[in-house]
Nanobody, 122 residues
Framework: QVQLVESGGGLVQAGGSLRLSCAAS????????MGWYRQAPGKQRELVAG???????NYADSVKGRFAISRDNAKNTVYLQMNSLKPEDTAVYYC????????????????WGQGTQVTVSS
């Protein structure tokens, strides 16, 4: 069993900052890619940022220069530092982690966090 626990969401004024965390625990052989998605009311879930096991990152155009994704492999945790927040960043943010489990990591699964609300007031 693998669990993802997210934390760090909340209410912030425009221009403020928040840091999201997502910690994976359980029977983990290794973790491949990690990422953050968000879903605003009435919109589809979209990729915000991703990071590979090697540390390569990619970002949605709308957050480039404002958000930074990082990971701590020793803690099986991925972070999303969000600066210069805008009202349009308001959404539920979900972490997504590709995890290998089982004997010698023979199985690969896609896990989602429970979601954390980020609300940016104008």
């Amino acid at each position: 069993q693998v669990q993802l626990v997210e934390s760090g969401g909340g209410l912030v004024q425009a221009g403020g900052s928040l840091r999201l965390s997502c910690a994976a625990s359980g029977s983990i052989f290794s973790i491949n890619a990690m990422g953050w998605y968000r879903q605003a009311p009435g919109k589809q879930r979209e990729l915000v940022a991703g990071i590979t096991s090697g540390g390569s990152t990619n970002y949605a155009d709308s957050v480039k220069g404002r958000f930074a994704i990082s990971r701590d492999n020793a803690k099986n945790t991925v972070y999303l530092q969000m600066n210069s927040l805008k009202p349009e960043d308001t959404a539920v943010y979900y972490c997504n982690v590709i995890i290998r489990v089982g004997v010698l990591g023979a199985l690969e699964y896609d896990y989602w966090g429970q979601g954390t609300q980020v609300t940016v007031s104008s």
